[in-house]
């Protein structure tokens, strides 16, 4: 099971963190990402990452202002979004595939994940 949660409503060029927690198995387990879908647009990765090593991915829309990161002790995974747009807005999806995947596979959405969570809207105002 993935369970997002952080979401909100933000000004531009303000913050917020997103959560995701997994069950069932250890986070090592897992290569996880974060991915979003805006009105009227297709789904995007934004950020991966390995449970196992902590390897990373991510898109060149948000590098340099999201960092993911990963707790294993929580079986959790954290997206910081930093300087926040407009066009940011969207509902972000948690998503997970058993390890073993490439975190660039994952976030190019060239596989599969195994579970995702409902997604929680973030929304940025101008």
């Known amino acids: 099971q993935v369970v997002e949660s952080g979401g909100g409503l933000v000004q531009a060029g303000g913050s917020l963190r997103l959560s995701c927690v997994i069950s069932g198995m250890p986070l090592e387990y897992w290569v996880v990402g974060w991915f979003r879908r805006a009105p009227g647009s297709d789904r995007e990765g934004v950020s991966c990452?390995?449970?196992?090593?902590?390897?990373?991915y991510e898109a060149a829309s948000v590098k340099g202002r999201f960092t993911i990161s990963r707790d294993p002790a929580k079986n959790a995974v954290y997206l910081q979004m930093n300087s926040l747009k407009p066009e940011d807005t969207a509902v972000y999806y948690c998503a997970a595939v058993y390890r073993g995947a490439a975190v660039s596979s994952l976030c190019e959405q060239r596989l599969e994940p195994n579970h995702w969570g409902r997604g929680t809207q973030v929304t940025v105002s101008s």
């Open positions: 990452i390995s449970g196992d090593d902590g390897s990373r």
